[in-house]
């Protein structure tokens, strides 16, 4: 089973800053990598696939990036609506499909 | 538009059982692979189980395997979780998701049910 580890677990980022976020796998997912964004008492919502592909819709801000074993998602300037809770998912090697545990971007 | 809507989910005392049902509409259904993945109170997400468009193929992870069976019914657009033996551990609250593309090998999931909460108490 692949494991997905997520760094930091927290993120405290003033509006407008940049905030980037790390997955790490424990072994080589090729881009096989997504990454979804939850608000509290919502479902996820998908906001990458292939490591770097921006779902339609989701803001340019949002940008995915990484290969292999280690991924990033990088907001350019946060906005207040990017409060949140950001996590990956590896599709390369299954089953399992698994999710890192999460990152919390809160308002600093 | 695409609506994943979750039902069946409450309380239940450990070694019950309960059966979730995902009413899908908005796509065709019996063309995709479909998941269940949950969510603990505080905690990340867990895939908890797949299923082929036919349904003729099932997928598992350990946590449920033997206890948990998932099926589908094509002609009324619903998805099913029959769970039982269930554990304090296996409280969380149930998603149903699509996949972007019905395929293993590119399983992510593009639309989501709004849940449905299982709590396994005495």
Redesign the interface.
């Known amino acids: 089973e692949i494991v997905m580890t997520q760094s930091p677990a927290t993120l405290s980022v003033s509006p407008g800053e940049r905030a980037t976020l790390s997955c790490r796998a424990s072994q080589s997912v090729s881009s096989n990598l997504a990454w979804y964004q939850q608000k509290p008492g919502q479902a996820p919502r998908l906001l990458i696939y292939g490591a770097s592909t921006r779902v339609t819709g989701i803001p340019a801000r949002f940008s995915g990036s990484g290969s292999g074993t280690e991924f990033t998602l990088t907001i350019s300037s946060l906005q207040s609506e990017d409060f949140a809770v950001y996590c990956c998912q590896q599709y390369n090697d299954w089953p399992p499909w698994t999710f890192g545990q999460g990152t919390k971007v809160e308002i600093k | 538009e695409v609506q994943l809507l979750e039902s069946g989910g409450g309380l239940v005392q450990p070694g019950g059982s309960l059966r979730l049902s995902c009413a899908a509409s908005g796509f065709t259904f019996s063309s995709y692979a479909m998941?269940w993945?949950r969510q603990a109170p505080g905690?990340?997400?867990?895939?908890v189980s797949?299923i082929s468009s036919s349904g003729g193929s099932t997928?598992?992870?350990?946590s449920v395997k033997g206890r948990f069976t998932m099926s589908r019914d094509n002609s009324k657009n619903t998805l099913y979780l029959q769970m039982n033996s269930l554990r304090a551990e296996d409280t969380a609250v149930y998603?149903c998701a699509k996949p972007?593309i019905s395929s293993?090998?590119?399983?992510?999931?593009?639309y989501?049910?709004?849940?449905t909460l299982v709590t396994v108490s005495s």
Do not use: H, I, N, P
């Open positions: 998941s993945v905690k990340g997400l867990e895939w797949a997928y598992y992870a350990d998603y972007r293993w090998y590119s399983f992510y999931f593009d989501w049910g709004q849940g």
